[in-house]
């Protein structure tokens, strides 16, 4: 399985994590910027440049804004449905970013 590093240490804003998740799986420009695109291209796929199998794995130095850290715990739950109609991806978060009960 592909392991796809994202490096969120300057991420401020949802915008911030959008470009951050969207470049890493390669997304088409014209990409919606909310739950329901993110959704539909993680999930039904066939969007991305990047495709299962794959493992985002997010860094970062210090704690993520707490907004921020509600999203990417929505983008683990996305991910752990996305498992459970066989998609082959997961994510970690490094503990560092300060986002409890991700994986």
Known sequence: MRTI????VDWLSEDDVFDGILEALGAP?????NW???NDSIVAGGVNGVEPPYHLH?????????????????LAALIAEARMQDREI????????????AP
Request: proline letters at 7%; a negative charge.
């Open 5 to 8: 590093v994202i490096d969120a």
């Open 29 to 33: 420009a014209w990409h919606g910027r």
């Open 36 to 38: 329901d695109a993110l």
């Open 58 to 74: 997010l860094t970062g130095d210090w704690p993520l804004p707490e907004a921020l850290r509600e999203w990417l715990k929505g």
């Open 90 to 101: 997961s994510i970690t978060v490094a503990a560092t970013l300060g986002v409890p009960g």
